[in-house]
């Protein structure tokens, strides 16, 4: 069965420290990724996804996420954290034989100045 | 483009009293509309899954009896929250995909439920 794993349940950062955050899938063939951001009492927004070609995709806000098959691992990171990035983030995945997307458990980000 | 609004963004209601909710997709067709339950400090858990003109999918251990959808159109799914309990509070999202491309999933802003 499908899973997603966010190992990291809440991370503190400083304000222009550089961030990443780690999220490993289980799924038997090639996933489709997901990392969005939910701010507090917000929906999610879609940072980045990876379907196929070029492994380190580049999304919005300045992030990117790295897919890794050999280590079944789909980390985002930014070089750069603004205190705005502060929020919960969740790394999905849905199989390529259907539309059901898996959610990890989430890491709360906190951005101290 | 791809917009999902979510309607009303908050609802408080009495025990026993039901309560609708209501996912548009703004400026797309989606045949296809997911319902989640989130509860806080924690991840998403698909609820059911529906298709226009369609009867819903339940995820095991969801009450279809007490958590009624409904894929009237392309554009418009609801969920009611039949008799209401204390239990049900909690933030509920939906999110739609576009016809023909059915791996993303777009996301309302969800509905927070407070039940009395």
């Known amino acids: 069965a499908q899973s997603v794993t966010q190992p990291d349940i809440h991370i503190t950062v400083s304000e222009g420290a550089s961030l990443e955050l780690r999220c490993n899938y289980s799924?038997?063939?090639?996933?489709?990724l997901f990392w969005y951001v939910q701010s507090p009492g917000q929906g999610l927004q879609l940072l980045l996804k990876?379907?196929?070609?070029?492994?380190l995709v580049q999304g919005i806000k300045g992030f990117e996420a790295e897919f890794k098959r050999s280590q079944s691992s789909f980390n985002l990171r930014k070089p750069s954290v603004h205190w705005s990035d502060a929020a919960e983030y969740f790394c999905a995945v849905v199989s390529n034989t259907g539309n059901q997307f898996y959610f990890g458990t989430g890491t709360s980000l906190t951005v101290i100045p | 483009g791809a917009v999902v609004s979510q309607h009303p963004s908050w609802v408080i209601c009495k025990s026993g009293t039901s309560v609708k909710i209501e996912c548009r997709s703004l400026d797309f067709q989606a045949t296809t509309m997911f319902w989640y339950r989130q509860f806080p400090k924690q991840s998403l858990m698909l609820m059911a899954t529906?298709?226009?003109?369609?009867?819903?999918?339940?995820e095991q251990g969801v009450e279809k009896d007490k958590f009624l959808i409904n894929h009237a159109s392309l554009t418009l799914s609801t969920l009611t929250v039949t008799s209401a309990h204390p239990e049900d509070s909690s933030f509920y999202i939906c999110s739609a995909t576009l016809a023909g491309n059915r791996y993303e999933q777009y996301f309302g802003p969800g509905t927070r439920l407070t039940v009395t």
């Open positions: 990876y379907f196929s070609g070029d492994t």
């Open positions: 799924y038997g063939a090639t996933p489709y």
């Open positions: 529906s298709n226009e003109g369609s009867k819903a999918t339940y």
